[in-house]
């Protein structure tokens, strides 16, 4: 007999997620997911400049934050012919460096760690043994029993009080297979994890002025260096942003790293689900001769099909026969019907709500179910992400990742065919967050090495003013943000935004079917999987996590009407 199972809110993301999946015998036959939140950044954009385009878009979330950013200034610059001083160009790979350090390290303790570890099951963790299997495998400094003592008594206390926000955790669930002193190393490192995180984003406040929305600009970096300056980034900064590093590295490889390890080998099974789709798209990211050569990138550009390592199929997202965006179970309307595909250059958010009025009754069988438009690389679904760009330079021959991959499932005892799965896309994300510690040490050497003979230039003014531009252009600017492949479309007709379109991870992987009926990743990759207590279906939490959802990235504020509910100006 079947049953759904429906998770509303998916909690531990940004955004409103609903998941639904039919199980039968135990195990997920089919499932839904729907965005259940919608926006209007496209809108708002439409008639602004287009420089100041990154200040707005940058605020769809305050989780992903400055990729947007990112994002809209190389649209606008590759619509203008603008090129950025190499010395911009580093500082901007320093920022998003840093970006997938903090994002990485915040999904897996914050936003992931407890479907694999039970808080409860800490309290019978002896802090000792605790401390000594901890020391076993890393150097950190906070590993001591005399730390996961002082954590072990917080536990008690704060259970003692009902567990506050986590009183509705599926502790006890035979899911949970740790043994307590490693539930209690995970528990302790994720209270440690909150307060590093805080310090790590300081490098953004150095460079962009903030966090969350650190400023961007269009031709550069909003900074100027001079190292004896005391309203520029100076000496003091720069090495305030090499201490900052230094205690990254460490968090990473010393916390992060051997949790991660130490986690997923308890949890080898779960190798073999949550793999669902088969194909894999990354745009490339962290340019080395400039972002108009992707052939330097640091992650390779291209897709790999059905899990084919042998060949990686060129991707480019100018080619408006590439990637199109398709609503036939999306609550919009396009002027060509249901069943047409726009390039986003074309783009339409024409919102059309069809569906229930919350709380909605089912998914199933509705014939729109979603705010997530459905994108597709060639017609085919893909999966993007940390898992998805590994996949992809793996399959490009990039030595350090080869190395990389092979050494950590060396340490698992498990294949490469152990990536495809909800274990390998976590550990992909480790992988990721490694990689990007491995780069933004390079980056900071690079960008010392140019302080130190003075090429310093941060911005380039040439085709700044409106006069000098075309009265029409068209532009994309494309980022592997720490949850995969983002672009920001842009067309600009007489000195203003004409049409502007993003195109988000959460969007590829969490949209619904396509036309075809073509599942997208969150869907397929609930297929399949075991669900061993239909009210506490931690295995569905475990794999939708596993991707690190940002639904408030994927929507494009009506109300069901279409009637404006606020309007902000930004002057």
């Given amino acids: 007999m079947a049953t759904r199972v429906v998770v509303d809110p998916v909690t531990r993301i940004e955004g409103h997620l609903r998941v639904e999946a039919v199980v039968e015998n135990g195990v997920i036959t089919d499932a839904y997911s729907a965005g259940t939140m919608v926006r209007g950044i ?47 160009e580093i500082v901007r790979n320093i920022m998003s460096a840093t970006q997938y350090v903090q994002d990485h390290v915040i999904h897996f303790y914050h936003l992931h760690a407890l479907d694999w570890v039970d808080i409860v099951n800490a309290l019978k963790a ?11 495998f890393s150097q950190y400094d906070k590993n001591t029993p005399a730390h996961f003592t002082d954590v072990q008594n917080k536990i008690k206390a704060f259970a003692a009080s009902g567990l506050g926000i986590f009183a509705n955790g599926y502790w006890g669930h035979p899911a949970y297979k740790l043994p307590p002193e490693v539930n209690l190393i995970g528990v302790a490192h994720y209270l440690d994890a909150l307060e590093w995180q805080k310090d790590i984003i300081k490098i953004h406040t150095v460079f962009g002025g903030k966090n969350p929305h650190p400023n961007y600009l269009v031709g550069g970096v909003p900074c100027s260096i001079d190292t004896n300056e005391v309203a520029a980034i100076n000496s003091d900064r720069l090495n305030l942003v090499s201490q900052l590093i230094s205690q990254a590295d460490e968090f990473v490889n010393q916390v992060y790293i051997p949790d991660l390890l130490a986690v997923a ?166 992988l990721d967050a490694a990689l990007a510690m491995i780069w933004l040490k390079e980056f900071n050497d690079q960008l010392t090495q140019r302080v130190r003979i003075n090429e310093v230039s941060t911005f380039n003014g040439e085709k700044w003013e409106p006069k000098t531009w075309p009265s029409e252009a068209e532009g994309v600017g494309l980022v592997e943000a720490p949850r995969g492949s983002l672009a920001h479309w842009i067309k600009i007709r007489n000195g203003a935004i004409a049409n502007y379109q993003l195109v988000v991870p959460t969007t590829w992987n969490g949209s619904p079917r396509d036309a075809r009926m073509q599942r997208s990743a969150f869907e397929q990759s609930l297929i399949g999987t075991p669900v061993a207590k239909l009210d506490e279906p931690v295995e569905i939490i475990r794999t939708i996590h596993s991707f690190d959802p940002c639904i408030a990235c994927a929507v494009h504020l009506y109300d069901p009407q279409g009637r404006h509910l606020n309007q902000i100006s930004f002057e």
């Fill in 265 to 430: 080998s308890f949890y080898k099974d779960w190798a073999q689900w949550g793999g669902g789709l088969r194909n894999y798209l990354s745009y490339g990211d962290f340019p080395t001769r400039g972002y108009n050569h992707p052939e330097s990138f640091k992650y390779p550009r291209g897709a790999v099909l059905n899990r084919d390592l042998s060949h990686v199929y060129p991707v480019n997202p100018r080619d408006t026969q590439e990637i199109k965006e398709y609503i036939a179970h999306s609550w919009y309307d396009y002027k060509e019907g249901d069943n047409a595909g726009l390039h986003p250059w074309a783009g339409e958010t024409e919102i059309n709500y069809t569906g229930p009025k919350p709380p909605f009754d089912t998914l199933e069988g509705s014939a729109k179910y979603s705010f997530l438009k459905t994108p597709r690389w060639k017609d085919n679904p893909m999966e993007v992400g940390p898992l998805a760009r590994l996949v992809v330079a793996y399959a490009s021959g990039d030595t350090t990742v080869k190395e990389l991959v092979g050494q950590t499932l060396g340490k698992l005892n498990v294949p490469v065919g152990a990536l495809f799965s909800t274990l390998g896309r976590t550990a992909a994300r480790g």
């Fill in 126 to 136: 002896d802090p000792k043994k605790a401390a000594a299997l901890a020391q076993s």
């Fill in 42 to 88: 496209e809108k708002i954009l439409i008639g602004r400049d287009p420089r100041d385009a990154w200040a707005i878009t940058e605020r769809v979330c305050g989780v992903c934050t400055t990729v947007h950013a990112l994002a809209s200034v190389r649209a606008v610059e590759d619509a203008l012919g603008i090129s950025v001083p190499p010395t911009a």
